[in-house]
Structures are given as C-alpha cells and as structure tokens.
C-alpha cells in the first residue's frame, strides 16, 4: 500500500465524467479571456515544459525579470483574471477544511513531453490554507516527497478526476510531475493534461 506523507490526501475519481466535461467548459471559457502562455524561470530565462494562466483575483506568474510571485492581471493581456469557477469553489468547500475560499487557481496544460520539476508551494503568506490540485485529461506520473529536498519520495498515478490535497504537515511538501501518459483519457479532443492548482494567497 502507497503511503503519503502526513497531511496529503489522494481522492480518486472525485468528479463523475459529467461533471468533469462541464468543468472542462469552463476551462475552455477562461482560456478565452485570458490565453495560454508559456512562463519563463527567475535568473535564467528559461521557458518551463507547461503552458498556464490563471482564474480568480490573484494569478502566480513567473519571468526571469521579476521572479514567482502573484498579481491581478495576465501579464499578456493586462487584464485582470476570470473568476473561479463555482465547481471549483464547491470542491475547495468539501475539501480542503479551511473556511476561507481561494484567491488563486492556477491552470497549468502539460502536452505529452511537459514536466515539473519537484519544488514546493510557498509564495503565499497564508500557509495554513492547503494547496488543492484537480486533475483532468492524460494521466500523469505525480512524485512527492518531504519537506526538504533530499527526502525520500513516492511516485503514483493522478487520472482525470482525481483531486489532491496538501495540507497541514504536508503543505511544504516537495511535488512534481515526472511524465505524461499520452492517450490515456479522452477528455481532451487533442490529448493533454490540464491540472487546476487552488490557493489561498493572503491571511484571512
């Protein structure tokens, strides 16, 4: 049996295939507003593997001149971000057992070649607030570890539908995604995964 780190929970299948492809609407409508982009790393320039944009009243973005941080606007567009979906907000209520809603969702799209390295979740102020994921299209090879780097690690599958919290002893936990399963759901007309990362960014 797999066992997690303390503070992070696995929930499979938690959303049906209906409601999945009406997320995925949703998605589709954000995208619209405010476009996928590619996002470059602090100091180097470097593009990442995953193209991203955001929904809520923050959205993290990254750039080689001005590091990860989160801000109202599409740093393409300059307008500010689409709100979250209410399925999202649902999700996050039954969830993540914290009273206060998130201010961030991060959509990142992994094409068959994308990965993540392992990193941590920590440009928020408010760290008592779990960090929530929804996976949805291609499966993906997902790897966590411990709150240091140099940690021992566990890899599993996430599926469409899954939903995966870190929290509590787990919140700093070092993740990523070590490859994408092509052709492995049917969500997406193209393939792909698209991965929604809710936040809370400030203290209540």
Known sequence: MLVLP???RHIPGCLSPDAQRALIEEIRDIVKQSPLYTPTMPRTGKPMSVRMTNC????????REHG???QETHPGTG?????IPQALLDIWADHSGYPHPPEACLVNFYDDKAKMGLHQDRDEEDLDAPVLSVSLGDECLFRIGETKRS??????RLASGDVLVLGG???LCFHGVDRIYPATS???KHGGRINLTLRRVTRP
């Open 151 to 156: 940690g021992r690690t566990v890899s599993f």
């Open 169 to 171: 002893e787990g919140r």
């Open 68 to 70: 990860y941080r989160y």
């Open 79 to 83: 307008k500010p971000w689409p709100p």
């Open 56 to 63: 809520g009243t923050l959205g993290w973005v990254t750039d």
């Open 186 to 188: 049917t969500l997406l």
């Open 6 to 8: 303390k503070g992070v």
